[in-house]
T-cell receptor, first 111, second 114 residues
Framework: GESVGLHLPTLSVQEGDNSIINCAYSNSASDYFIWYKQESGKGPQFIIDIRSNMDKRQGQRVTVLLNKTVKHLSLQIAATQPGDSAVYFCAENKNDYKLSFGAGTTVTVRA | SAVISQKPSRDICQRGTSLTIQCQVDSQVTMMFWYRQQPGQSLTLIATANQGSEATYESGFVIDKFPISRPNLTFSTLTVSNMSPEDSSIYLC???????????FGPGTRLTVL
């Protein structure tokens, strides 16, 4: 599968492979994190979230990992499909609902 | 999750005019927010829309430029005043305050200022 150790603005993935999207967050006081998917012409769609008292959470085909020591968040997508092509954003907050967004990663799935 | 709609979905406006964007939710929500997404960029929080009181603005955003109303728990408006081409962006409302901290977004309003 495809993976990136640092945040990159774009990621090209072969259909069927696993994808890993990375995000570095800035505020050590943040205790809640969300991943969003934004398709062209649409608003961000909630994918999965994780609180700071966890280091891993799984959803349907997605897993979020949190490393508080290095302030790093990742989203893993299993068996990437063409419909996964989108921009993915991580967001953080401090239990006050005010989200601070990362720069975003554009994922392109190759057939 | 709540169903969120925004009107208009897109608009093209002339410099110096104002546009009011509406956000409607299909259920009562505690928190409503307005974000801006400039072309090719990430999202930035403009303000928290407070029911029955003045909105709470983030640094760099002021009420005179972005007046906000929230008359009830299902509806809010954002006005972009005295527009310039730099205001060309996607404006998004979001809602939160259910059982957890999850926040959900509307489809956005795509504004182009000429």
């Amino acid at each position: 599968g495809e993976s990136v150790g640092l945040h990159l603005p774009t990621l090209s993935v072969q259909e069927g492979d696993n994808s890993i999207i990375n995000c570095a967050y800035s505020n050590s006081a943040s205790d809640y994190f969300i991943w969003y998917k934004q398709e062209s012409g649409k608003g961000p769609q909630f994918i999965i979230d994780i609180r700071s008292n966890m280091d891993k959470r799984q959803g349907q085909r997605v897993t979020v990992l949190l490393n508080k020591t290095v302030k790093h968040l990742s989203l893993q997508i299993a068996a990437t499909q063409p419909g996964d092509s989108a921009v993915y954003f991580c967001a953080e907050n401090k239990n006050d609902y005010k989200l601070s967004f990362g720069a975003g990663t554009t994922v392109t799935v190759r057939a | 999750s709540a169903v969120i709609s925004q009107k208009p979905s897109r608009d093209i406006c002339q410099r110096g005019t104002s546009l009011t964007i509406q956000c409607q939710v299909d259920s009562q929500v505690t928190m409503m927010f307005w974000y801006r997404q400039q072309p090719g960029q990430s999202l930035t929080l403009i303000a928290t829309a407070n029911q029955g009181s003045e909105a709470t603005y983030e640094s760099g955003f002021v009420i005179d430029k972005f007046p906000i109303s929230r008359p009830n728990l299902t509806f809010s408006t954002l006005t972009v005043s005295n527009m310039s081409p730099e205001d060309s962006s996607i404006y998004l409302c979001s809602v939160a305050g259910g059982l957890g901290l999850e926040q959900f977004f509307g489809p956005g309003t795509r504004l182009t200022v000429l």
